[in-house]
């Protein structure tokens, strides 16, 4: 493996994991959190079946029932009073109201009563309201505007207020307890799910704040909240209309407590919560466990309060961490999809997300612990592309560079047809009518006995260029160089009709390229060598002889080519000599003298040959040749 390619792949993990980064560290959740979020949501809130909604935790929805028994909303406050000393009677652990009293009522005597309930019962819940601006100036803090507290003339006493807030997330779903906020005056006020669930829990459980740390506790456990002191909580129950009430937390309608329908006694040491349970009141929320079912605020309450009892609090990793997390994932990623390819970089692919996705789950689900999801499975997805065209890259190269070395040795046009026909190498061959020319160099011997070595190949190899070039102007083939010989096959692998009129142009042009080299030798030695060519076309079996497994050659053999290669071995230097066969195709294309018959080696019978001078003119008269 290269070292360019090595390069190239961390480059590659360096921009995905810079891209990453920077994506992930942007804003709150990151640039991707709508894909995030979702990702989250799907792969945790899949287990919901198996969780049961605590039956310690009940619910009185002020419902379209109560609203037409008791009448449009907001209600008298003696309302509430009634329900209160009502529920009183089976003696719940704790109620909680999640109706707001900024106002004082216009009947004095309905705060009265409510104040009297409320001072009478101190496991009653009040909520503080926190009116937020539209937009945080700083990420990660909650500021406020003010806090909307009970009227004065409800006189409730400190301990008895929480906060009802909840701050969604940035795709509007509501995922996070806020465990207290400050009061403006160096104390916090605990949230109403924090605030009820602590009437359950044993004394050295309970959720409290530590000023001197700074911290939340639940018992001696940090609770992991963030820089809004906001933790993560668990959704055992999904959002239901008030069609659909066969699932989730216990729920009585007020109307029917107040009616005497329901024995108190059913609430005993429950914490109870009334809330808004209509969709008129606007008191509805998006939350993981539905993409568009609002869950109802009192049952949103309900869930953070068994996610306290249970102790069920999750955390996110900090950015650092995250950050580290991709650079791994990066750096695996980036390292498989280098030393495997193909199939092997396929199944690597898919079982990296599978694996990531796997790592997800048991850290969510044994260590309560988010880790990003999106960004490192962007990262791998990102980087499996880049490494298919990386390798298809690589392949072109290494496939170009193949090509041009191979092609030095076998000619090109068989090059070309094995690589596009996609098939392996074979040994066999076929049956075609092509042309044959055989150049050898008269004279070579004596030449090499006067020059040194060096210049011997020197030479040698500038007239084999001068052959090679030829027989490609002319779309030959170069079948092979034979010592100083040359043998070039015209019509295969590529067919074509005019073969033997390409193979005798080549002739000639050969002879007129050396010519140059002839005076330039003549010049230094006195003495020159020129080509002897020996041309034959007809039948022949064109292919791939040799051993299947270590090398093949491309080639020709037959009769034909053996008389090609004997009327090579009988040309004089500087004579081109043609077969029968030649002449009745080219004849009257070309310049062409008789020899006669020659008696050649493997022939019974003496064969006809011909001399061709040059080639014929446009009005038929012979084109000056010197040969």
């Given at each position: 493996m290269g070292k360019r390619s090595w390069t190239n792949t961390a480059i590659a993990a360096a921009a995905v994991f810079l891209f990453a980064v920077m994506t992930y560290m942007a804003g709150s959740g990151g640039t991707f959190h709508y894909i995030e979020n979702p990702l989250r949501d799907a792969l945790t809130a899949s287990s919901v079946m198996q969780r049961e909604p605590d039956t310690r935790i009940k619910l009185i929805g002020i419902?379209?029932?109560?609203?037409?028994?008791?009448?449009q909303f907001p209600w008298e406050r003696s309302v509430y009073a009634r329900l209160i000393d009502k529920l009183e009677q089976g003696k719940p652990k704790a109620i909680g109201i999640d109706v707001t009293f900024p106002e004082p009522s216009k009947d004095p005597e309905q705060d009265r009563a409510l104040a009297a309930a409320i001072a009478r019962y101190d496991n009653v819940i009040v909520p503080v309201h926190f009116i937020f601006p539209a937009k945080q100036s700083v990420a990660n803090a909650l500021k406020y505007d003010r806090i909307e507290t009970p009227a004065a003339t409800l006189a409730v006493p400190k301990s008895q207020l929480a906060h009802i807030n909840v701050f969604p997330d940035s795709d509007d779903k509501v995922r996070r307890l806020i465990v207290g906020l400050p009061d403006g005056g160096g104390a916090m006020i605990?949230?109403?799910?924090?605030?009820l669930a602590n009437f359950a829990l044993a004394e050295g459980d309970k959720v409290r704040w530590n000023?001197?740390?700074?911290?939340?506790?639940r018992g001696t456990k940090a609770l992991p909240v963030d820089g809004r002191?906001?933790?993560?909580t668990k959704y055992y129950s999904e959002p239901r209309q008030e069609k659909n009430l066969s699932t989730g937390y216990d729920l009585f309608s007020v109307a029917d407590v107040l009616d005497g329908k329901i024995d108190p006694l059913l609430f005993e040491n429950d914490i109870v919560l009334i809330g808004p349970y209509a969709t008129g009141l606007q008191d509805e929320y998006m939350t993981p466990m539905s993409k568009s079912i609002k869950m109802f605020g009192v049952e949103i309450h309900a869930n953070m309060i068994q996610s306290i009892l249970d102790g069920q609090f999750w955390r996110e990793v900090g950015k650092p961490s995250g950050t580290a997390i991709l650079a791994l994932v990066v750096l695996l990623s980036a390292f498989l999809f280098q030393r495997f390819k193909g199939r092997a970089a396929a199944i690597l692919f898919a079982a990296l997300l599978i694996v990531y996705i796997a790592v997800f789950v048991a850290a969510y689900?044994?260590?309560h612990v988010y880790i990003p999801i999106v960004y490192p499975l962007l990262a791998i997805m990102l980087l499996y592309a880049w490494s298919i065209v990386s390798h298809y890259r690589a392949e072109r190269r290494e496939r170009n560079r193949v090509t041009g070395i191979f092609g030095r040795?076998?000619?090109?046009?068989?090059?070309?047809?094995l690589l596009a026909s996609g098939e392996?190498?074979?040994?066999?061959?076929?049956?075609?009518?092509?042309?044959?020319?055989?150049?050898?160099?008269?004279?070579?011997?004596t030449l090499s006995e006067k020059l040194e070595p060096e210049q011997v190949i020197q030479f040698l190899n500038e007239y084999l260029d001068v052959c090679t070039k030829a027989i490609f102007k002319f779309n030959g083939t170069?079948?092979?160089?034979?010592?100083?010989?040359?043998?070039?096959?015209?019509?295969?692998?590529?067919?074509s009709d005019n073969h033997a009129e390409m193979a005798v142009r080549a002739a000639l042009e050969m002879k007129k390229m050396a010519s140059v080299l002839e005076e330039r030798l003549m010049e230094k030695l006195g003495f020159t060598v020129r080509f002897g060519i020996g041309i034959n076309c007809g039948p022949a079996i064109v292919g791939n002889i040799g051993s299947e497994e270590l090398r093949l050659d491309y080639t020709a053999i037959g009769d034909t080519v053996n008389l090609a290669a004997r009327l090579e071995s009988n040309a004089k230097p500087g004579q081109i000599l043609i077969s029968d066969n030649v002449y009745k195709r080219v004849g009257d294309r070309f310049e062409i003298e008789s020899m006669g018959e020659i008696k050649v080696k493997g022939k019974e019978l003496p064969v006809t040959v011909y001399q061709v001078l040059a080639e014929k003119s446009d009005d038929g008269a012979p084109a000056l040749q010197k040969g």
């Open positions: 419902d379209s029932k109560s609203l037409q028994a008791i009448g605990e949230s109403f799910s924090m605030k000023a001197g740390d700074g911290k939340w506790y002191n906001q933790v993560i689900e044994a260590l040795f076998v000619p090109k046009a068989v090059v070309d047809r392996e190498v074979k040994l066999g061959g076929e049956r075609m009518d092509i042309s044959l020319i055989f150049v050898d160099i008269r004279g070579f011997t170069l079948d092979k160089f034979i010592g100083d010989g040359v043998m070039a096959i015209f019509g295969a692998p590529v067919k």
